[in-house]
């Protein structure tokens, strides 16, 4: 069974960090382009981050370049997303999700960011 | 970036035909997907690249379209399929996905 299991979500400060993990099982990790996409609350979904299968490529939404650094480690088939000078407008569920056809195929359960003094 | 436009929400009575339109900003050929949202629960993916019945999905879901205009169908309704449902493009530029149609039963 395919299970993604995102972590290391909560409160913090406009300006501070946060670093979130996907861990991944069920399927072979390495093989697989993963995403975060983001939900405001009561918001539409938003796509922020993309990395390829080897991590080599990446792709981000201009309002997260140079903030949100994903990256993954395949032998521990775990993606991350660390989050740098955070502000009120990131605030959401950020949720990774596998990518097949382009569309989303498997979504973790989502982790609760809140960006707020 | 391609925008998305998906009607607010819908209401219909359990047993009918109800279809659910997203329309593209710009061409996005085939790669258009639907997804059914549930409150408190993560995205499911229902139809990817416009026709094709995600695995496991029931199939009174079905997809049509192709350019610009797209259509999710689900025929008979039932209760359980309650929700809000969504479009994504996936061939221009960032994904994007449109703002969700809340379907509603009466």
């Known amino acids: 069974e395919v299970q993604l299991v995102e972590s290391g979500g909560g409160l913090v400060q406009p300006g501070r960090s946060l670093k979130l993990s996907c861990a991944a099982s069920?399927?072979?990790?390495?093989?697989?382009?993963m995403h975060w996409i983001r939900q405001a609350p009561t918001k539409g979904l938003e796509w922020v981050a993309s990395?390829?299968?080897?991590?080599?490529?990446?792709y981000y939404r201009d309002s997260v370049k140079g903030r949100f650094t994903i990256s993954r480690d395949n032998a521990k088939s775990t993606l991350y997303l660390q989050m740098d000078s955070l502000r009120s407008e990131d605030t959401a569920t950020y949720y990774c999700?596998?990518?097949?056809?382009?569309?989303?195929?498997?979504w973790g359960q989502g982790v609760m960011v809140t960006v707020s003094s | 970036d391609t925008v998305l436009t998906q009607s607010p929400a819908l209401a219909v009575s359990p047993g009918e035909r109800v279809t659910i339109s997203c329309k593209a900003s710009?061409?996005?050929?085939?790669?258009m997907h639907w997804y059914q949202q549930k409150p408190g629960q993560q995205p499911k993916l229902l139809i990817y690249?416009?026709?094709n019945l995600a695995s496991g999905v029931p199939a009174r879901f079905s997809g049509s379209g192709s350019g610009t205009d797209f259509t999710l169908t689900i025929d008979p309704v039932e209760a359980d399929d309650t929700a809000t449902y969504f479009c994504?493009?996936?061939?221009?530029?960032?994904?994007?996905f449109g703002g969700g149609t809340k379907l509603e039963l009466k």
């Open positions: 999700a596998t990518d097949t056809y382009g569309g989303y195929t498997y």
């Open positions: 069920g399927f072979t990790f390495s093989n697989y382009g």
């Open positions: 990395i390829s299968p080897s991590g080599g490529s990446t």
């Open positions: 710009e061409s996005v050929s085939t790669r």
């Open positions: 690249k416009a026709s």
């Open positions: 994504q493009q996936s061939w221009n530029g960032p994904r994007t």
